[in-house]
């Protein structure tokens, strides 16, 4: 998940949350009688278009509170990129955002803001580490996109239409009670029946078309970018770093000298060092490996997973970006950054169909529970036979499937190239390497960390058993693990970003764990043990 899908989620909730308190206000006094006929629709529908509206005027205060951004002139950061930025503003009649750095060397970047005249740019440190001059301007050209689009306004009122037709879906379903009874309630109860049905589905409907057109504006925020700075190919090249971690090094002294002034300015990084750092898509002499990103591509493209993760995303797989931004550089004479072309020699829905499988063994309780009830007419038998397949089930799925005890020394290239990885089943790795930033970078409670082992940069998801223990440890421990050279051990998985779930981690002769696998595995172990003993005691093996 990316930095600003992560925000958008983070402000929804806490709106959701809102939403739900006025809600549950507005249903109180329709029950007290205080509201009564069509008021018991349209008070609820006052009451999401007040929060979708209160959402676009607040959110991005909340932004600027809980994201650490250094507010700056762009030209005390880098006056190539600030001019750069001034050139595409004229151009297309943007007003200059307000612009902002988040110290964090994972690299990414985001917009946010009310209208095209009032916005803010925010790029992590990262970006200008891990990109050069090219992919830079256009990462940030993608983001005056937005901007330019006014996507801020666009996305607020496309995410008021889902929220208004469940709202409609469940003033109708209250409705039904004062429609009871009575000449022609019968024919009006039916009606209203019908109209809770209509907008059920079509609020499932329009939540897939808004997160759709979330995409679509993402698209055309590329095709902005690729317009603006002439470079389709350097977008192409930023999204690969981005999302997949595949950084390139091997700039060049043009390169350091034109960073020599961001250097000394903000006094972040050594620019030979960060030369230094291997990266995924390039070899030891500094060329790009396009045939390993084609590898990394094939996940996107190939795999079952990425279809169905898809329609739940605000942004596009960033292969489909990449082959996109290609074609906008054939329209413009030049030879696409990837040229995806590789063959396709197995079909990946038999590994798709074993992860839905493995998942979903536990249903096998059901079936066995009601077994137990049908034949023997023994609740107790039932009950044990339902809890044991429960517990067994969900036993073996954790220790040989999701979380597998073997962790084998791995880079992250090598994780990368598996076209055949899955969000469900876990591949034990140990990697080493150096933590560059949090998860999601500038969010001061974000508990997950950025590992760069030197082959490309991998996202490190930290749980430990509770969401409440994450924020305590995103608050106040994250921050000293930054810069730290460590040794990792996790389950590699891909959702549509690849991540590595943390198990053990040791840096400065400390040793962290986390037992969110090991409470899983004992619960199921315990639910095993419950339903035996229920099971032996239905069929006198206990007295």
């Known amino acids: ?45 006052a009451i999401a278009l007040f929060v979708v509206l209160l959402q676009w005027a607040i959110a991005p205060y909340i932004i600027r509170f ?31 955002p307000k612009f902002g750095i988040i110290e964090d060397d994972n690299p990414n970047a985001f ?69 009871r009874g009575g000449r022609g309630r019968g024919n009006a109860a039916v009606a209203i029946l019908a109209v809770a049905a209509v907008s059920f589905v079509a609020y499932l409907v329009s939540n897939l078309i808004a997160l759709m057109v979330g995409r679509y504006r993402e698209y055309y925020a590329d095709a902005f970018s690729a317009d603006a700075s002439k470079d389709p190919n350097a977008l192409s090249s930023a999204l690969l770093t981005i999302a997949y971690g595949l950084a390139k090094e091997g700039r ?54 990425a279809f169905f993760l898809e329609l739940g995303m ?12 290609g074609e906008k550089a054939k329209e413009i004479g030049q030879f ?88 469900v089943k876990g591949r034990g790795a140990k990697l080493r390497g150096k933590i560059i930033g949090r998860g999601q970078p500038g969010l001061f409670f974000s508990e997950d960390l950025k590992l760069d082992d030197g082959t490309g940069l991998l996202l490190l998801d930290y749980h430990q058993v509770s969401r409440f223990i994450d924020l305590l440890v995103g608050i106040f421990a994250t921050r000293e693990r930054i810069g730290k050279e460590v040794e990792v051990e996790g389950w590699y998985r891909r959702r549509v970003i690849p991540y590595m779930e943390i198990y053990r981690m040791r840096y400065d002769g400390k040793r962290i764990k986390t037992y969110t696998a090991p409470l899983k595995f004992a619960l199921s172990v315990l639910v095993l043990a419950v339903g035996a003993l229920l099971t032996a005691i239905a069929t006198g093996l206990i007295p």
């Not at 250094?70 to 200059?96: G, H, L, Q, S």
């Not at 030369?275 to 795999?303: P, T």
């Open 314 to 325: 605000t942004h596009p797989l960033t292969a489909k970006r990449v082959v996109a931004l």
């Open 336 to 423: 696409p950054f990837i040229s995806f072309d590789l063959e396709k020699t197995e079909s990946y829905w038999d590994d798709f169909l074993k992860d839905i499988a493995a998942r979903s063994a536990w249903l096998l309780a059901f079936p066995s529970g009601l077994l137990g009830f049908y034949y023997f007419n023994n609740i107790f038998l039932a009950a044990g036979l339902f809890l044991s397949t429960l517990g067994l089930t969900l036993a073996l799925y954790l220790r040989l499937y999701r979380y597998p005890k073997r962790f084998r020394e791995e880079k992250v290239e090598n994780l990368l190239v598996d076209p055949k990885a899955s969000p």
């Open 111 to 179: 917009t946010f803001g009310w209208t095209r005249r009032r916005a803010h740019v925010v790029l992590t440190r990262g970006i200008m580490k891990y990109c050069g001059p090219a992919e830079r301007d256009a990462v940030l050209a993608h983001e005056l996109g937005h901007i330019s689009n006014n996507d801020f306004v666009v996305m607020t009122i496309v995410a008021a239409v889902p929220l208004l037709l469940f709202v409609i879906f469940r003033g109708s379903l209250y409705s039904l009670r004062f429609a």
């Open 252 to 305: 060049g002294e043009e390169s350091e000298k034109k960073h020599y002034r961001y250097e000394s300015t903000l006094m972040i990084f050594n620019s030979k060092s960060a030369r230094a750092l291997a990266a995924m898509s390039a070899d030891r002499l500094g060329r790009v490996n396009k045939e390993k990103i084609k590898k990394v591509m094939a996940w996107d493209l190939w795999n079952p997973w």
């Open 1 to 45: 998940m990316g930095l600003k899908t992560r925000m958008a989620l983070a402000i929804f909730s806490l709106f959701a949350l809102l939403f739900a308190i006025l809600m549950a206000l507005a249903y109180w006094l329709m029950l007290q009688g205080y509201l009564s006929g069509i008021l018991i629709v349209l008070i609820p529908v």
């Open 66 to 96: 809980i994201y650490d951004i250094r507010w700056t002139d762009p030209r005390d950061v880098d006056p190539d990129m600030a001019e750069f930025m001034e050139r595409i503003c004229k151009e297309r009649n943007i007003p200059v």
